[in-house]
Antibody, heavy 120, light 107 residues
Framework: QVKLQQSGAELVKPGASVKLSCKTS????????MSWFKQIPGQSIEWIGM????????GYNQKFKGKATLTVDTSSSTAYMDLSSLTTEDSAVYFC?????????????WGQGTLVTVSS | DIQMTQSPASLSASLEEIVTITCKAS??????LSWYQQKPGKSPQLLIY???SLADGVPSRFSGSRSGTQYSLKISRPQVDDSGIYYC?????????FGSGTKLEIK
């Protein structure tokens, strides 16, 4: 079955960068899209952007351009998200998610989330 | 960006009630609307896709509908395990946008 396993929690200092991973299994990674989301605890969810693993093509929420960079490694079926110039406003849980087999517009497969805490 | 106005922000219901949560889109979204349940510390779980289709494994007490640009999630005879936060998501255009969430408590 489809599995998305995200990397562990991160504690990072303001101004630093962090790279999150989302290792997948159970489907053909190289012909699929992966989306990333941000959720500040107690708040709703924001879409950061998506990447097509076949050619690395990306689409970003304008709000996260310059903040997030999405990449993939098809040899390991892993998606990555780099977050740069971190501030306390970047402290959140970040999810990767893949669309549903029956509808490309819905997300049925989610990672467990990675908590990023930005603190000095 | 398309705004999704979700209501109510919270509600408490009994096991015998019918629960309805709504999301109104700021423009037409052609039924590119999905509903999710999220429990504390967990990832969102897909309930409804394409506005009215039930995702695999989701109990039939959950249903989705549309009237104009207003989308609704209905839970008939909810169970205690249905407590959680519910979100709608529009995927008609980027950036994808979620509703603000509805916190549901089943007594």
């Amino acid at each position: 079955q489809v599995k998305l396993q995200q990397s562990g929690a991160e504690l990072v200092k303001p101004g630093a960068s962090v790279k999150l991973s989302c290792k997948t299994s159970g489907y053909t990674f190289s012909t699929s899209y992966m989306s990333w989301f941000k959720q500040i605890p107690g708040q709703s969810i924001e879409w950061i952007g998506m990447i097509y693993a076949g050619d690395g093509g990306t689409g970003y929420n304008q709000k996260f351009k310059g903040k997030a960079t999405l990449t993939v490694d098809t040899s390991s079926s892993t998606a990555y998200m780099d977050l740069s110039s971190l501030t306390t406003e970047d402290s959140a849980v970040y999810f990767c998610a893949r669309s549903y087999y029956y509808s490309s517009s819905a997300f049925a497969y989610w990672g467990q989330g990675t908590l990023v805490t930005v603190s000095s | 960006d398309i705004q999704m106005t979700q209501s109510p922000a919270s509600l408490s219901a009994s096991l015998e009630e019918i629960v309805t949560i709504t999301c109104k889109a700021s423009q037409g979204i052609d039924d590119y609307l999905s509903w999710y349940q999220q429990k504390p510390g967990k990832s969102p779980q897909l309930l409804i896709y394409d506005a009215t289709s039930l995702a695999d494994g989701v109990p039939s007490r959950f249903s989705g509908s549309r009237s104009g640009t207003q989308y609704s999630l209905k839970i008939s005879r909810p169970q205690v395990d249905d407590s959680g936060i519910y979100y709608c998501l529009q995927s008609y255009s980027t950036p994808l946008t979620f509703g603000s969430g509805t916190k549901l408590e089943i007594k």
